[in-house]
Protein backbone atom coordinates (compact mmCIF):
# COMPACT_ATOMS: atom_id res chain seq x y z
CA UNK A 1 0.00 0.00 0.00
CA UNK A 2 2.96 2.30 0.92
CA UNK A 3 4.51 1.81 -2.38
CA UNK A 4 1.63 3.03 -4.47
CA UNK A 5 1.37 6.37 -2.33
CA UNK A 6 4.48 6.77 -2.78
CA UNK A 7 4.35 8.70 -5.84
CA UNK A 8 2.52 11.66 -3.96
CA UNK A 9 5.54 12.87 -2.51
CA UNK A 10 6.36 12.99 1.43
CA UNK A 11 4.11 15.99 2.17
CA UNK A 12 0.95 13.82 1.01
CA UNK A 13 2.19 11.00 2.55
CA UNK A 14 2.22 12.74 5.97
CA UNK A 15 -1.31 14.27 5.04
CA UNK A 16 -2.66 11.33 4.55
CA UNK A 17 -0.95 9.59 8.00
CA UNK A 18 -2.58 12.75 9.96
CA UNK A 19 -6.24 11.63 8.09
CA UNK A 20 -5.39 8.28 8.96
CA UNK A 21 -5.57 9.62 13.06
CA UNK A 22 -7.94 11.63 12.44
CA UNK A 23 -10.05 9.03 11.34
CA UNK A 24 -9.13 6.61 13.70
CA UNK A 25 -9.94 8.73 16.50
CA UNK A 26 -14.26 9.38 14.19
CA UNK A 27 -14.39 5.45 14.88
CA UNK A 28 -13.41 5.18 17.91
CA UNK A 29 -16.19 8.30 19.03
CA UNK A 30 -19.00 6.99 16.45
CA UNK A 31 -18.26 3.55 18.35
CA UNK A 32 -18.12 4.99 21.82
CA UNK A 33 -22.59 5.14 21.98
CA UNK A 34 -22.34 1.34 21.30
CA UNK A 35 -20.11 0.27 23.32
CA UNK A 36 -21.33 2.74 26.42
CA UNK A 37 -24.74 1.75 25.46
CA UNK A 38 -26.13 -0.66 28.17
CA UNK A 39 -24.11 0.83 30.98
CA UNK A 40 -25.45 4.16 30.13
CA UNK A 41 -29.06 2.59 30.01
CA UNK A 42 -28.74 0.80 33.47
CA UNK A 43 -27.44 4.13 35.08
CA UNK A 44 -30.20 6.50 33.47
CA UNK A 45 -33.05 4.04 33.09
CA UNK A 46 -33.32 4.23 29.53
CA UNK A 47 -35.88 2.08 27.61
CA UNK A 48 -34.78 0.28 24.38
CA UNK A 49 -36.70 3.09 22.59
CA UNK A 50 -34.85 5.76 24.26
CA UNK A 51 -31.53 3.86 23.53
CA UNK A 52 -32.57 3.99 19.71
CA UNK A 53 -32.51 7.47 20.14
CA UNK A 54 -29.71 8.20 21.63
CA UNK A 55 -27.92 6.31 18.80
CA UNK A 56 -29.64 8.56 16.51
CA UNK A 57 -28.74 11.75 18.13
CA UNK A 58 -24.83 11.46 16.95
CA UNK A 59 -25.92 10.67 13.41
CA UNK A 60 -28.50 13.13 13.40
CA UNK A 61 -25.94 15.80 13.63
CA UNK A 62 -23.61 13.72 11.19
CA UNK A 63 -26.16 14.76 8.25
CA UNK A 64 -25.87 18.99 8.45
CA UNK A 65 -22.21 18.60 9.69
CA UNK A 66 -21.61 16.70 6.40
CA UNK A 67 -23.04 19.20 4.03
CA UNK A 68 -21.76 22.22 5.88
CA UNK A 69 -18.08 20.82 6.26
CA UNK A 70 -17.88 19.88 2.49
CA UNK A 71 -19.56 23.48 1.67
CA UNK A 72 -16.85 25.33 3.33
CA UNK A 73 -13.82 23.15 2.87
CA UNK A 74 -14.62 24.25 -1.12
CA UNK A 75 -14.78 27.82 0.41
CA UNK A 76 -12.23 28.28 3.33
CA UNK A 77 -9.50 25.23 2.50
CA UNK A 78 -9.45 21.65 3.99
CA UNK A 79 -7.58 22.19 6.14
CA UNK A 80 -9.28 24.84 8.42
CA UNK A 81 -12.69 23.30 8.34
CA UNK A 82 -10.88 19.91 9.36
CA UNK A 83 -9.20 21.58 12.54
CA UNK A 84 -12.66 23.54 13.47
CA UNK A 85 -14.23 20.23 13.00
CA UNK A 86 -11.91 18.17 14.94
CA UNK A 87 -11.75 20.57 17.78
CA UNK A 88 -16.09 20.32 18.13
CA UNK A 89 -15.96 16.85 18.15
CA UNK A 90 -13.75 16.62 20.88
CA UNK A 91 -15.03 19.05 22.99
CA UNK A 92 -18.61 17.56 23.32
CA UNK A 93 -17.19 13.80 23.36
CA UNK A 94 -16.01 14.99 26.27
CA UNK A 95 -18.85 16.88 27.31
CA UNK A 96 -21.02 13.55 27.53
CA UNK A 97 -19.03 12.62 30.04
CA UNK A 98 -21.10 15.09 31.99
CA UNK A 99 -24.47 14.40 30.92
CA UNK A 100 -27.00 14.09 33.45
CA UNK A 101 -30.29 13.04 31.86
CA UNK A 102 -31.71 11.82 28.78
CA UNK A 103 -32.11 14.98 26.92
CA UNK A 104 -28.65 16.33 27.82
CA UNK A 105 -26.92 13.11 26.80
CA UNK A 106 -29.07 13.89 23.31
CA UNK A 107 -27.86 17.42 22.99
CA UNK A 108 -24.45 16.23 23.67
CA UNK A 109 -24.27 13.60 20.94
CA UNK A 110 -26.08 15.84 19.05
CA UNK A 111 -23.22 18.35 18.90
CA UNK A 112 -20.70 15.66 18.65
CA UNK A 113 -22.29 13.77 15.76
CA UNK A 114 -22.21 17.93 13.91
CA UNK A 115 -18.60 17.94 14.06
CA UNK A 116 -17.80 14.44 13.24
CA UNK A 117 -19.82 14.99 10.58
CA UNK A 118 -17.48 18.32 9.07
CA UNK A 119 -14.66 15.95 9.78
CA UNK A 120 -15.57 13.28 7.01
CA UNK A 121 -15.78 14.99 3.66
CA UNK A 122 -12.16 16.54 4.67
CA UNK A 123 -10.33 13.27 5.32
CA UNK A 124 -11.82 12.14 1.62
CA UNK A 125 -11.26 15.49 -0.13
CA UNK A 126 -7.46 16.33 1.77
CA UNK A 127 -6.78 11.96 0.62
CA UNK A 128 -8.37 12.22 -2.76
CA UNK A 129 -5.99 15.16 -3.37
CA UNK A 130 -2.94 13.75 -2.21
CA UNK A 131 -2.58 10.80 -4.31
CA UNK A 132 -2.96 10.56 -8.26
CA UNK A 133 -6.24 9.37 -10.18
CA UNK A 134 -4.65 5.55 -10.10
CA UNK A 135 -3.96 5.57 -6.56
CA UNK A 136 -6.81 7.29 -5.09
CA UNK A 137 -8.97 4.75 -3.82
CA UNK A 138 -5.93 3.40 -2.18
CA UNK A 139 -5.27 6.39 -0.52
CA UNK A 140 -8.46 7.14 0.75
CA UNK A 141 -9.11 3.50 1.70
CA UNK A 142 -5.74 3.88 3.87
CA UNK A 143 -7.64 6.86 5.69
CA UNK A 144 -10.49 5.06 6.25
CA UNK A 145 -8.93 2.06 7.75
CA UNK A 146 -8.80 4.58 11.30
CA UNK A 147 -12.46 4.05 11.64
CA UNK A 148 -12.57 0.87 12.39
CA UNK A 149 -9.84 0.26 14.25
CA UNK A 150 -10.61 3.06 15.72
CA UNK A 151 -14.15 1.46 16.63
CA UNK A 152 -12.17 -1.67 17.98
CA UNK A 153 -10.22 0.12 20.54
CA UNK A 154 -13.58 1.66 21.67
CA UNK A 155 -14.87 -1.63 21.96
CA UNK A 156 -11.37 -2.62 24.18
CA UNK A 157 -11.78 0.12 26.74
CA UNK A 158 -15.07 -1.16 26.77
CA UNK A 159 -14.10 -4.57 27.70
CA UNK A 160 -11.55 -3.03 30.31
CA UNK A 161 -14.09 -1.23 32.09
CA UNK A 162 -15.19 -3.19 35.10
CA UNK A 163 -17.37 -0.69 37.51
CA UNK A 164 -21.03 0.73 36.26
CA UNK A 165 -19.50 4.59 35.77
CA UNK A 166 -16.65 2.93 33.46
CA UNK A 167 -18.85 3.70 30.06
CA UNK A 168 -17.20 7.62 30.51
CA UNK A 169 -13.88 6.35 29.97
CA UNK A 170 -14.51 6.23 26.36
CA UNK A 171 -15.73 9.22 26.39
CA UNK A 172 -12.25 10.85 27.81
CA UNK A 173 -10.37 9.31 25.18
CA UNK A 174 -12.54 10.26 22.51
CA UNK A 175 -12.41 13.79 23.81
CA UNK A 176 -9.14 13.96 24.36
CA UNK A 177 -7.43 12.71 21.39
CA UNK A 178 -8.87 15.21 19.49
CA UNK A 179 -7.71 18.74 20.95
CA UNK A 180 -4.54 16.78 21.33
CA UNK A 181 -4.38 16.40 17.59
CA UNK A 182 -5.68 20.38 16.39
CA UNK A 183 -2.13 21.83 17.34
CA UNK A 184 -0.13 18.62 15.20
CA UNK A 185 -2.89 19.39 12.20
CA UNK A 186 -1.92 23.06 12.63
CA UNK A 187 2.02 22.72 12.48
CA UNK A 188 2.32 19.23 10.23
CA UNK A 189 -1.04 19.16 7.61
CA UNK A 190 -0.25 20.68 4.62
CA UNK A 191 -3.65 22.17 2.86
CA UNK A 192 -4.31 20.56 -0.57
CA UNK A 193 -2.44 21.61 -3.46
CA UNK A 194 -4.87 20.93 -5.89
CA UNK A 195 -7.42 22.87 -4.14
CA UNK A 196 -4.98 25.89 -3.72
CA UNK A 197 -4.43 25.81 -7.38
CA UNK A 198 -8.05 25.15 -8.10
CA UNK A 199 -8.86 27.98 -6.03
CA UNK A 200 -6.16 30.81 -7.81
CA UNK A 201 -7.51 29.55 -11.12
CA UNK A 202 -11.02 30.77 -10.28
CA UNK A 203 -10.16 33.83 -8.31
CA UNK A 204 -10.38 36.36 -11.27
CA UNK A 205 -13.83 34.31 -12.41
CA UNK A 206 -16.22 33.07 -9.40
CA UNK A 207 -15.48 31.84 -5.61
CA UNK A 208 -17.23 28.55 -5.35
CA UNK A 209 -20.06 27.37 -8.02
CA UNK A 210 -23.26 27.04 -6.54
CA UNK A 211 -24.22 23.41 -5.04
CA UNK A 212 -27.19 22.62 -7.85
CA UNK A 213 -24.08 23.15 -10.81
CA UNK A 214 -21.67 21.04 -8.67
CA UNK A 215 -23.93 18.23 -8.09
CA UNK A 216 -26.08 18.61 -11.37
CA UNK A 217 -23.73 20.06 -14.49
CA UNK A 218 -21.84 18.05 -16.81
CA UNK A 219 -24.05 15.17 -17.00
CA UNK A 220 -23.22 14.16 -13.28
CA UNK A 221 -27.22 14.03 -12.63
CA UNK A 222 -27.41 10.69 -12.61
CA UNK A 223 -24.48 10.10 -10.88
CA UNK A 224 -25.32 11.88 -8.21
CA UNK A 225 -28.08 10.46 -7.94
CA UNK A 226 -26.89 7.15 -7.63
CA UNK A 227 -24.29 7.69 -5.01
CA UNK A 228 -26.79 9.32 -2.96
CA UNK A 229 -28.68 5.87 -2.60
CA UNK A 230 -25.85 3.48 -2.56
CA UNK A 231 -24.47 5.64 0.11
CA UNK A 232 -28.27 4.94 1.80
CA UNK A 233 -28.76 2.00 1.51
CA UNK A 234 -25.53 0.59 2.80
CA UNK A 235 -25.15 3.07 5.82
CA UNK A 236 -28.18 1.95 7.01
CA UNK A 237 -27.39 -1.17 7.06
CA UNK A 238 -23.68 -0.75 8.75
CA UNK A 239 -24.93 1.66 11.43
CA UNK A 240 -27.55 -0.80 12.62
CA UNK A 241 -24.52 -3.24 13.33
CA UNK A 242 -22.57 -0.37 15.11
CA UNK A 243 -24.68 0.78 16.69
CA UNK A 244 -26.63 -2.45 18.16
CA UNK A 245 -24.39 -5.62 17.90
CA UNK A 246 -23.17 -5.80 20.92
CA UNK A 247 -27.05 -5.26 22.31
CA UNK A 248 -27.78 -8.38 19.93
CA UNK A 249 -25.19 -10.89 21.43
CA UNK A 250 -26.71 -10.29 24.78
CA UNK A 251 -29.73 -10.60 23.72
CA UNK A 252 -28.74 -14.68 22.31
CA UNK A 253 -27.42 -15.36 25.55
CA UNK A 254 -23.65 -14.65 25.75
CA UNK A 255 -21.64 -12.69 28.05
CA UNK A 256 -20.74 -8.73 28.01
CA UNK A 257 -17.06 -10.24 27.04
CA UNK A 258 -18.34 -11.99 24.03
CA UNK A 259 -20.32 -9.09 22.76
CA UNK A 260 -17.21 -6.72 23.12
CA UNK A 261 -14.91 -9.31 21.61
CA UNK A 262 -17.58 -10.11 18.34
CA UNK A 263 -18.15 -6.11 18.29
CA UNK A 264 -13.71 -5.96 17.89
CA UNK A 265 -13.91 -8.78 15.68
CA UNK A 266 -16.28 -6.34 13.12
CA UNK A 267 -14.19 -3.65 13.48
CA UNK A 268 -10.80 -5.49 13.00
CA UNK A 269 -12.11 -7.18 9.42
CA UNK A 270 -13.40 -3.32 8.82
CA UNK A 271 -9.47 -1.96 8.89
CA UNK A 272 -8.36 -4.97 6.51
CA UNK A 273 -11.58 -4.74 4.44
CA UNK A 274 -11.15 -0.76 4.31
CA UNK A 275 -7.75 -0.98 2.71
CA UNK A 276 -7.59 -4.13 0.86
CA UNK A 277 -10.95 -3.69 -1.14
CA UNK A 278 -9.88 -0.31 -1.98
CA UNK A 279 -6.57 -1.26 -3.30
CA UNK A 280 -8.66 -4.02 -5.50
CA UNK A 281 -10.29 -1.50 -6.75
CA UNK A 282 -7.12 0.54 -7.81
CA UNK A 283 -5.72 -2.30 -9.40
CA UNK A 284 -8.73 -4.52 -10.85
CA UNK A 285 -11.46 -2.04 -11.52
CA UNK A 286 -14.41 -0.60 -10.59
CA UNK A 287 -16.80 -2.56 -11.73
CA UNK A 288 -15.95 -6.32 -10.80
CA UNK A 289 -14.68 -4.96 -7.32
CA UNK A 290 -18.50 -3.70 -6.51
CA UNK A 291 -20.21 -6.53 -7.91
CA UNK A 292 -17.62 -8.68 -5.58
CA UNK A 293 -18.31 -6.55 -2.56
CA UNK A 294 -21.81 -6.57 -2.48
CA UNK A 295 -22.32 -10.42 -3.13
CA UNK A 296 -19.87 -10.31 0.05
CA UNK A 297 -22.39 -8.10 2.01
CA UNK A 298 -25.12 -10.21 1.19
CA UNK A 299 -23.22 -13.63 2.36
CA UNK A 300 -21.73 -11.98 5.47
CA UNK A 301 -25.41 -10.83 6.55
CA UNK A 302 -26.92 -14.19 6.36
CA UNK A 303 -23.87 -15.83 7.94
CA UNK A 304 -24.55 -13.37 10.52
CA UNK A 305 -28.22 -13.45 10.98
CA UNK A 306 -27.74 -17.63 11.13
CA UNK A 307 -25.06 -17.71 13.93
CA UNK A 308 -26.28 -18.58 17.63
CA UNK A 309 -22.93 -19.38 19.41
CA UNK A 310 -20.17 -16.95 20.41
CA UNK A 311 -17.59 -18.40 17.63
CA UNK A 312 -20.05 -18.50 15.17
CA UNK A 313 -21.06 -14.47 15.84
CA UNK A 314 -17.17 -13.99 15.75
CA UNK A 315 -16.94 -15.19 12.34
CA UNK A 316 -20.20 -13.21 11.50
CA UNK A 317 -19.23 -10.44 12.73
CA UNK A 318 -16.05 -10.22 11.22
CA UNK A 319 -17.06 -10.96 7.57
CA UNK A 320 -19.61 -8.24 8.18
CA UNK A 321 -16.79 -5.74 9.04
CA UNK A 322 -14.83 -6.71 5.89
CA UNK A 323 -17.27 -6.30 3.21
CA UNK A 324 -19.20 -3.82 5.07
CA UNK A 325 -16.86 -1.05 6.01
CA UNK A 326 -14.54 -2.13 3.78
CA UNK A 327 -17.03 -1.29 0.88
CA UNK A 328 -17.80 2.03 2.70
CA UNK A 329 -14.18 3.19 1.74
CA UNK A 330 -15.23 2.23 -1.82
CA UNK A 331 -18.05 4.12 -1.52
CA UNK A 332 -15.94 7.18 -0.36
CA UNK A 333 -13.65 6.81 -2.91
CA UNK A 334 -16.24 6.59 -6.00
CA UNK A 335 -17.20 9.86 -4.37
CA UNK A 336 -13.84 11.38 -4.96
CA UNK A 337 -13.47 10.13 -8.10
CA UNK A 338 -17.01 11.75 -9.27
CA UNK A 339 -16.38 15.25 -8.68
CA UNK A 340 -13.69 17.94 -10.10
CA UNK A 341 -11.10 19.55 -7.35
CA UNK A 342 -13.06 23.00 -7.21
CA UNK A 343 -16.47 21.37 -5.72
CA UNK A 344 -14.95 18.00 -4.89
CA UNK A 345 -16.02 19.37 -0.62
CA UNK A 346 -19.61 20.01 -2.04
CA UNK A 347 -20.13 17.36 -3.88
CA UNK A 348 -18.71 14.55 -1.28
CA UNK A 349 -20.32 16.88 1.90
CA UNK A 350 -23.71 16.20 0.07
CA UNK A 351 -23.02 12.52 -0.44
CA UNK A 352 -22.32 11.75 3.28
CA UNK A 353 -25.02 13.55 4.26
CA UNK A 354 -27.33 12.21 2.43
CA UNK A 355 -25.67 8.53 3.96
CA UNK A 356 -25.82 9.82 7.11
CA UNK A 357 -29.54 9.66 6.64
CA UNK A 358 -28.98 5.63 6.73
CA UNK A 359 -27.05 6.08 10.27
CA UNK A 360 -29.88 8.03 11.60
CA UNK A 361 -32.70 5.45 10.56
CA UNK A 362 -30.69 2.55 11.05
CA UNK A 363 -30.36 2.78 14.80
CA UNK A 364 -33.68 4.37 15.03
CA UNK A 365 -35.54 1.77 13.05
CA UNK A 366 -33.92 -1.29 14.59
CA UNK A 367 -34.69 0.09 18.07
CA UNK A 368 -38.27 0.69 17.30
CA UNK A 369 -38.49 -3.23 15.75
CA UNK A 370 -36.91 -4.52 19.12
CA UNK A 371 -39.48 -2.85 20.92
CA UNK A 372 -41.56 -4.49 19.05
CA UNK A 373 -40.00 -7.97 19.64
CA UNK A 374 -38.60 -8.69 16.31
CA UNK A 375 -35.89 -10.69 16.75
CA UNK A 376 -32.22 -9.96 15.64
CA UNK A 377 -31.95 -12.20 12.86
CA UNK A 378 -34.99 -11.52 10.99
CA UNK A 379 -33.37 -8.00 11.16
CA UNK A 380 -29.90 -8.38 9.54
CA UNK A 381 -32.06 -11.01 7.25
CA UNK A 382 -34.07 -7.82 6.28
CA UNK A 383 -31.01 -5.68 5.35
CA UNK A 384 -30.12 -8.40 2.65
CA UNK A 385 -32.72 -6.33 0.15
CA UNK A 386 -31.25 -2.49 1.03
CA UNK A 387 -27.82 -3.65 0.22
CA UNK A 388 -29.06 -5.45 -3.54
CA UNK A 389 -30.39 -1.77 -4.07
CA UNK A 390 -27.14 0.03 -3.04
CA UNK A 391 -25.00 -2.42 -5.17
CA UNK A 392 -27.20 -1.43 -8.43
CA UNK A 393 -26.89 2.32 -7.98
CA UNK A 394 -22.88 1.60 -6.92
CA UNK A 395 -22.75 0.28 -10.12
CA UNK A 396 -24.83 3.05 -11.95
CA UNK A 397 -22.00 5.29 -10.65
CA UNK A 398 -19.55 3.08 -12.26
CA UNK A 399 -21.17 2.73 -15.10
CA UNK A 400 -21.34 6.52 -14.86
CA UNK A 401 -17.37 6.80 -14.91
CA UNK A 402 -17.20 4.74 -18.17
CA UNK A 403 -19.31 7.29 -19.98
CA UNK A 404 -17.54 10.05 -19.27
CA UNK A 405 -14.30 9.25 -19.92
CA UNK A 406 -15.92 7.41 -23.13
CA UNK A 407 -13.69 9.21 -26.29
CA UNK A 408 -15.51 12.64 -27.28
CA UNK A 409 -17.08 12.47 -23.36
CA UNK A 410 -16.90 15.13 -21.30
CA UNK A 411 -14.98 14.34 -17.81
CA UNK A 412 -15.19 15.34 -14.39
Sequence with gaps: MTSRISAAGGGNKATIGLCLAIALLE???????????????????????????????????????????????????????????????????????????????LVARLLTGLGLGAAMPNLIALCSEAAGPQQRSTAVGAMYCGMPF???IAALIGMLGASPTSWRDVFYVGGLGPIVM???????LRESQQFVAARAAKASRESVPAVSEALWRHGRARTTIALWISYLGT??????????????????????????IVLM????????????????????????TVIGMYVGIALALAALASAGGAGSMACGGLLCGLFLVGGQSVLYALAGHAYPTEVRGTGVGAAVAVGRLGSILGPLVAGQLFALGQSASMLVASSIPLCVIAALAALTVVGG????SAPGAQGV
Design 182 to 188: VPLLGVF
Design 150 to 152: GAA
Design 401 to 404: FARR
Design 27 to 105: GLDLQSAGVAGPRMAKEFSLAVAQMGWAFSAGAIGLLPGAALGGRLADRFGRKRVLMASVALFGLFSLATTLVWNFESL
Design 235 to 260: LIVLYFLMNWLPSMVLSRGLTRLQSN
Design 265 to 288: MFNIGGGIGAVAIATIMDRFGRRR
